[in-house]
């Protein structure tokens, strides 16, 4: 099997395999294979305020793209295999595991809010914390005592996310420390990768600044999702800077589908 071998389906012939808040998953064209498609949709994390912000999709599967690329440049293990379009992305088909795997530099968001500790304290140390994979129940936070005696993942599969979550902590941080920007948090997601009878824990869905809080050293202006969550605007010209920086967009390119383009006489 060619994975590389691009062979196209139309969109209406494609088999839809799970639709999310901002992404579809569609069948690959060869087995073992998944396309991600970014839609536009934004929703705060209850889902409870929804917009369609035009071009979002666009620069995150270009950043998630240039992130997950340089992972599996490093030896990171991860699901993306390439860019297929402006929104879609070829990966492999993994069994996810029902956790959001959030890592913590800089006190912000829920864990100011839980622990009184003011946004932009610097932590001790980086802290990781579990949230329970399910939108009814508001995606819990849970310890590793739910998720052993809940089946979610097993002891040594609990080391093993644990171990990827800090490689991609530590390479993250240096890569956007390089252009600027202050990793404060992110939140990733793995899965379980079968190669005949071997397993491997990967890393899956998406890293872009829907799913990462990024501040801009100097100003600490917001470059991510809390500007959609916060109501502040300018989420795409945010992201937009994010991808000039890691050098994805030229310095006069807009992401296509971003909106009128003003043109100077
Ligand atoms: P929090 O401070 O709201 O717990 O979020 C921590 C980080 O994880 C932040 O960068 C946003 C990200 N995150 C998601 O991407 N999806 C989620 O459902 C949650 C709870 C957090």
């Known amino acids: ?8 389906t139309p969109m209406s012939r494609r088999r839809r395999i799970y639709e999310g808040k901002a992404k579809v998953l569609y069948e690959g064209p060869e087995p073992g294979t998944l396309i991600q498609h970014f839609k536009d949709d934004a929703t705060d994390f209850n889902a409870k305020k929804h917009d369609v912000i035009e071009g979002k999709g666009v620069l995150n599967n270009r950043i998630s793209e240039c992130l997950f690329q340089r992972l599996n440049d ?11 379009n402006m929104r879609e992305q070829l990966i492999r088909e993994v069994e996810m595991i029902p ?10 968001g829920s864990l100011s809010k839980r622990l009184g500790i003011e946004e932009g304290t610097q932590l001790p140390r980086s802290i990781i914390e579990f949230n329970y994979k399910n939108e009814q129940l508001g995606n819990p936070m849970v310890s590793e005592e739910h998720i052993t005696a809940f089946g979610w993942a097993t002891p040594q599969e609990i080391d093993d996310v644990m171990a990827l979550a800090i490689r991609v902590n530590d390479f993250l941080c240096g890569l956007f420390l390089g252009v600027g ?11 379980r990768l079968w190669e005949n009878d ?3 824990i990967v890393v899956a869905d998406e890293i872009s600044p829907d799913s990462c809080r990024l501040w801009d050293i100097k100003s600490n202006d917001k470059l991510d999702k809390d ?7 300018g989420l795409v010209e945010a992201y937009t800077d994010v991808a000039r920086r890691l050098g994805i967009l030229g ?9 009128p383009v003003l043109v100077k006489g």
Not at 1 to 8: G, L
Not at 99 to 108: F, K, S, T
């Open 181 to 191: 920007i202050r990793l404060v948090d992110f939140k990733m997601e793995c899965g």
């Open 99 to 108: 956790l959001e795997v959030v890592v913590r530099n800089v006190a912000a």
């Open 251 to 259: 310095e006069n390119e807009r992401p296509q589908g971003a909106g």
């Open 198 to 200: 071997l397993m491997r």
């Open 227 to 233: 500007r959609f969550r916060r109501d502040m605007g």
């Open 1 to 8: 099997m060619d994975i590389n071998k691009p062979r196209y």
């Open 74 to 84: 490093i030896g990171v293990p991860t699901h993306f295999i390439r860019r297929l």
